[in-house]
């Protein structure tokens, strides 16, 4: 019932940026959290940054001062910026959100993915 969809992934060289926007829409009350995992080749899906209603935010320590998280609330998406990549940030990224449904029903909900490929 509650849908996401990402947009902005890639490919890109070493240093460089991009941007990940994630728009969720359906039968939808209301958005705890958002927030970005990804999943490299051969290994398990990682949280990359995760941001409440309020705006905290929670971040791996290997994205921590490249990449930002932010929402909007009312347009019921969040983005995710990041600068100064790496190859190692090659992944596929999903988008996530965790809520209620007008029936109070709670949803947690995952993005299809966009592929990010950062080149050396």
């Known amino acids: 019932q509650v849908q996401l969809v990402e947009s902005g992934g890639g490919l890109v060289q070493a240093g460089g940026s991009l941007r990940l926007s994630c728009a969720a829409s359906g039968s939808i009350f209301s958005i705890n959290d958002m927030g970005w995992y990804r999943q490299a080749p051969g290994k398990q899906r990682e949280l990359v940054a995760r941001?409440?209603?309020?705006?905290?935010?929670n971040y791996a320590d290997s994205v921590k001062g490249r990449f930002t998280i932010s929402r909007d609330n009312a347009k019921n998406t969040v983005a995710l910026q990041m600068n100064s990549l790496k190859p190692e940030d090659t992944a596929v990224y999903y988008c996530n959100a965790q809520g209620l449904m007008p029936t109070r029903l709670l949803f947690d909900s995952w993005g299809q993915g966009t592929p990010v490929t950062v080149s050396s």
């Open positions: 941001i409440t209603h309020g705006g905290s935010t």
